[in-house]
């Protein structure tokens, strides 16, 4: 199976969040490929710079590859797959992942429950 992590997951990883249950780690490890998608680090900057994350943005760029992850840019194609979704979720950066998911296709490795409901190209974690 191939994941692409949201935002909070890659960010659980890296700074080995008990967040992070056994589950979500074995789905990680057992994964072909693990992506994080270009759209996650803009998100980390962005909610950083404004005090709702803290986060070395420059070092999580750094632990995409030394975790071995790969890291999935933001396509054209992805930013127009945003609005073929339908409106769960209002949230901009989810609804990029949500796109690259289906477009590439990936399974989006998340905690958020409201992502569920797009279906098949979102894998919940509780």
Known sequence: MR???????????????ARLG???????TEASQVYV???SIWEIAIKSRSGKIEGDVDALVDAIRASGFEELPVAAHHAAATARLPLHHADPFDRLLLAQATVEPLRLLTA???????GPFVEHIG
């Open 37 to 39: 998608s270009s759209a």
């Open 112 to 118: 958020d429950r409201v992502l569920a409901a797009y």
């Open 22 to 28: 056994s589950e979500a780690r074995a789905r990680i």
């Open 3 to 17: 994941l692409l992590l949201d935002t909070h997951i890659f960010v659980w990883v890296v700074t080995g969040s």
